[in-house]
């Protein structure tokens, strides 16, 4: 297909990093001083020579082929205050990165036009969401590790990545953490972690795959959100997964194949100790982890798939 121009917001900074190995050129809205969702092309990601700033200042007078919005305010008011009539008329697509979270089952998406393609991130979001008159697509994650980055798990502790985690609620799973982190060794990375127990700040995302390389395993409290990209991840590099049955992650995690997935969280301190008692079994398991991240989030059948979507709505 031909190269486009799209333009997009700086939402999820390693979504928008794996979208952008898509061979278009990406027009990354930034405001001074760079605040949250329009950083434009910043911060510690690699970058790639496809991804070009576009301060707000000089958007009415660029020309681009897509737009595609990835939260609320980018649809109801940037659509409005920032982008000229002709943009707003450009094909559009709204990438849902969430579960519905207002209603499981009865929230219908409030883009609700046959004139949107809206994106889902993972198969359960596509089930959950009333997705109303939109055309619709899903499109499974897709990641990439460093090379050479691989498993060597010879910390014996676990590794929990989350940002924000005593802030955002028990959808995130803090107390299953702190349970959790009260009867294992546990140590938990992400934004504001610094002041909980086993806290150890951020570990900024170029380096977070090397990292966790040395930990034994990979603990996911979270109760409900997407399939985070922190998991498969870990999985790419070879960590066996613990997590919580809900969401995606009870399809991804194949129980005694690439790790443990249980809605008890009771049994799952049980795995775990079972990992840190067996090196083996932990290396193992994680090798399947791999196999499997390799098989369904390769980034090859990710670019093909956004290929396609771009393909969809621009004709």
């Given at each position: 297909m031909r190269r486009l121009k799209i333009l997009t917001w700086h939402l999820h900074?390693?979504?928008l990093h794996y979208l952008t190995q898509a061979p278009h050129d990406f027009y990354v809205l930034s405001k001074p001083g760079r605040p949250p969702g329009y950083a434009g092309r910043f911060g510690h990601i690699p970058w790639g020579d496809n991804v070009h700033d576009m301060p707000v200042d000089a958007l009415g007078s660029a020309e681009f082929d897509c737009v595609l919005y990835q939260d609320d305010p980018h649809w109801l008011v940037d659509r409005h205050t920032l982008l000229t009539e002709a943009q707003r008329r450009l094909p559009s697509i709204y990438l849902e990165h969430d579960p519905p979270l207002d209603h499981p089952t009865e929230q219908r998406h409030f883009i609700d036009s046959p004139d949107v393609l809206l994106v889902h991130v993972t198969p359960f979001n596509a089930l959950m969401w009333d997705s109303g008159r939109c055309p619709t697509r899903m499109i499974d994650h897709g990641v990439i590790v460093p090379e050479g980055v691989r498993y060597s798990g010879e910390l014996a502790r676990g590794l929990v990545v989350i940002n924000h985690p005593m802030q955002r609620g028990r959808r995130l799973g803090g107390d299953v953490y702190l349970a959790a982190q009260a009867q294992l060794p546990l140590d938990l990375v992400g934004m504001a972690t610094e002041d909980v127990p086993g806290g150890l700040g951020e570990v900024i995302h170029r380096d977070l795959p090397a990292f966790?390389?040395?930990?034994?395993?990979?603990?996911?409290p979270i109760r409900y959100t997407s399939m985070g990209l922190a998991v498969i991840e870990a999985m790419?590099?070879?960590?066996?997964?613990?997590g919580l049955a809900t969401t995606e992650m009870a399809t991804a995690i194949r129980n005694g194949e690439s790790g443990f997935v249980d809605t008890d969280p009771a049994r799952l301190v049980e795995a775990m100790h079972g990992l840190l008692a067996d090196p083996g079994e932990a290396r193992r398991m994680g090798e399947g982890a791999r196999r499997h991240a390799l098989e369904r989030f390769g980034i090859q059948r990710f670019v093909n798939d956004w290929n396609a979507a771009f393909a969809a709505a621009c004709g």
């Open positions: 900074g390693a979504y966790e390389a040395r930990y034994r395993f990979f603990f996911n790419m590099v070879g960590l066996p997964i613990v």
